[in-house]
């Protein structure tokens, strides 16, 4: 797989402006590079959030006939909004505008979970565009196991709360929950 990278403002932080500096640096730099840079294709898949990535394919479609599957993986702006990064209003509008036209020009819409589904139709994108396509893990490594004792012991793990999680750890997460 060739990898190409674009120049960005790089930033995870929680600041809104630094955070929106980041996304817009890389849909600049997608829009006028990705083009330039990544040969002939015959479809795009495009993993979003945020909301500029759509825009960017959107572009690249235009200039390039590139039919393009929206990778749906978090309700933007709603997520963003429900972790506190940001209030109502007409930032928010914006961006729940910008989300609507990307996904009235995506050529298929796949979602992680199937309670996005009705979401989308709510914000009127025919059902027959948006397909469920779940994460998924190879079964054949990753399955539950009956407890091991002595590995529990080993790694100090007896008599204790343990919390596992595998996913990302950020703002949104809310690990704060747990470590409360």
Request: charged share 20%; with cysteine; glycine share 8%.
């Amino acid at each position: 797989v060739r990898v190409i990278r674009l120049p960005l403002w790089p930033d995870h932080s929680r600041s809104a402006v630094r955070r929106m500096l980041n996304y817009f640096s890389f849909a600049v730099s997608a829009a006028i590079l990705g083009p330039l840079l990544c040969g002939r294709q015959d479809v795009m898949y495009v993993w979003h959030p945020p909301t500029t990535v759509g825009m960017v394919a959107w572009v690249i479609h235009l200039l390039r006939r590139v039919p393009f599957l929206y990778g749906v993986h978090d309700l933007w702006p709603e997520s963003v909004v429900a972790a506190g990064m940001m209030r109502g209003g007409p930032l928010v509008k914006i961006l729940n505008g910008l989300q609507r036209f990307v996904y009235s020009r995506a050529h298929l819409i796949g979602v992680v979970s199937p309670g996005f589904i009705p979401h989308l139709e709510s914000k009127r994108i025919p059902r027959s565009k948006v397909h469920h396509l779940p994460d998924w893990a190879d079964e054949e490594v990753f399955h539950p196991v009956a407890r091991d004792e002595d590995l529990a012991k080993t790694l100090g793990m007896t008599e204790r709360f343990n919390v596992v999680f595998g996913g990302q750890l950020g703002i949104a997460q809310g690990l704060d929950t747990i470590v409360e």
